[in-house]
């Protein structure tokens, strides 16, 4: 322990404030993000409405993941990132008091605008680092984020068991809060020398740039990663409870198991990812990381579904920060926030289209969802493999120009 603290004070102090506030605000966050499905459900609602709440909360992330990187852009990263964490309070006071439907759903609204502080901060943990080891932290806060998710959703279920799931939604409250204020805390950046207009890079024209191929890539590996998180978080749930019975604990342990897996292994794939290159091994985790999600559809007991999600985590989501990384050095510094925001857009349409969709197949047949959902992992990594291929080639930011000589190509 003595020998984390030290690791902890030797680093910068920006990183340093970053990483408490993604204990305090994943730990808030995690108390009760597992209890939305089981919740509506006990407010009498069927897969089809609760399919209908994560179509609302994605379409309206489509919008606020793009307006959030914009505005990340123009008016700094903090001050959205602070008023995304007071939107996510105000969804788990809506919860904390919810009834019916109604409330339910709007719920979802204010979930989605949440998602405005998406961009900013993605974009502000990748400025903590360089490109020699931005792998590496997004490592480090995948790991603590993951820690939060170890005991904090137990914990939520088992306040859900005992005093009723409102007040699950309300012990996150303070949390959240205090993860607000602790975002006044980071340092700012270092002012740039912004370019003349006419001088300035749009997001599009990045696209065009010299990592073109790999962003374009990415951004159609999210499309059908969304489609991945709606079948997850929507289908699974209801998958454990109606064919296990389990209750809120039960359900919430779904995010224990993948926080345990994602926990022990996310530094160590940001340092390979890093070492010997984030598409190479990204690809390689990705692929090795669906092959525990073959047999979740025959599973006999809970344990194994939760050994499932535990062991695809513990390779699969190693994968995550390389990927991140390579998001964030895909495109010019300057519009990286508005990019990352269109990442996050094309996650919410698939998010959405996927929960609306899944949500009815399931009302038809149990196995369909899961059918669509191996359909879309064989798709998602045909194109993990294409990325892989591309950044094999070539490096992501491309050496100055030389005259006389060629410009060096790094693996």
Known sequence: MKHWFQRLRSMPKGLRIYIIYSLVAGTGVSLYAGLVTPF???????????????????????????????????????????????????????FAVSRDWKLFILSAVVRGMVDLMMAPSMAMAGSLASDSNRAT????????????????????GAIADRFGPRVAFASAIPLILIAAYLISTFPEPEKKVRRPRAARVPVVDALRGPAGGVAR????????????????????????QDRFGVAYTGVSALSTAS??????????????????????????????????????????????????FFLSCLVGNAASPGLQALVVESVPEEVRASFIGLFGALFGVSYAAASAVVGRLYSVNQMLPFAAFYVNMFLSTVVILMVARTTRSKSLVPAPARPQTAPKISR
């Open 40 to 94: 509506g459900r006990s407010l009498g609602l069927g897969p089809s409405t609760i399919g209908l709440y994560f179509t609302v909360f994605s379409l309206v992330s489509v919008v606020a993941s793009f307006a959030g990187g914009l505005l990340g852009d123009r008016l700094g990263h903090k001050k959205i990132m602070t008023f995304g964490r007071a939107l996510w309070a105000l969804q788990a006071l809506f």
């Open 217 to 240: 890539l990415m951004l159609l590996f999210m499309l059908f990663n969304g489609i991945h998180n709606a079948i997850l978080n929507l289908v699974i749930p209801l998958f454990v």
């Open 259 to 308: 926080s345990l897996g994602t926990m022990a292994t996310s530094i160590l794939g940001g340092r390979l990812a890093d070492r010997y290159g984030k598409g190479r091994i990204g690809a390689t985790l990705i692929v090795m990381g669906s092959i525990p999600m073959l047999p979740m559809a025959f599973a006999t007991s809970v344990s194994q579904i939760y050994l499932i």
């Open 137 to 156: 932290v997004f490592g480090v806060l995948a790991m603590v984020q993951s820690a939060t998710g170890v005991l904090a959703p137990i914990a939520g």
